[in-house]
């Protein structure tokens, strides 16, 4: 509802944001953080949990570029992985 005097609603205008992979990554770790709520990061941000669980699945995915999970392993085989054939 509006304040106005002759019974106009108030529209804004938003523009479309561009967020880069690094932002989208920082937002997405505040919601894994013990005792987050998804919904009031999106807020804070003024996003829509929709996005977050979006921007979620492609990480998931690894379509986002810099968003692809890397395990650093030594160059020597461990006994375990030398007896099972696994890396």
């Known amino acids: 509802?509006?304040?106005?005097?002759d019974g106009g609603a108030?529209?804004?205008?938003e523009r479309?944001?561009?967020w880069s992979d690094e932002e989208k990554l920082a937002i997405l770790k505040?919601?894994?953080?013990?005792?987050?709520?998804v919904a009031l990061v999106?807020?804070?941000?003024?996003?829509g949990t929709g996005q977050l669980y979006t921007w979620r699945k492609q990480l998931l995915r690894g379509?986002?570029?810099?968003?692809?999970?890397?395990?650093?392993m030594s160059a020597?085989?461990?006994?375990?992985?030398?007896?099972t054939g696994r890396r």
């Open 42 to 47: 999106a807020r804070r941000y003024g996003i």
């Open 1 to 5: 509802m509006s304040a106005r005097s």
């Open 76 to 83: 020597e085989p461990t006994q375990e992985a030398a007896v």
């Open 63 to 72: 379509a986002m570029a810099g968003f692809v999970p890397v395990e650093v």
């Open 30 to 37: 505040e919601t894994t953080q013990p005792g987050a709520i």
């Open 16 to 18: 479309r944001r561009r």
């Open 10 to 13: 108030v529209v804004r205008v």
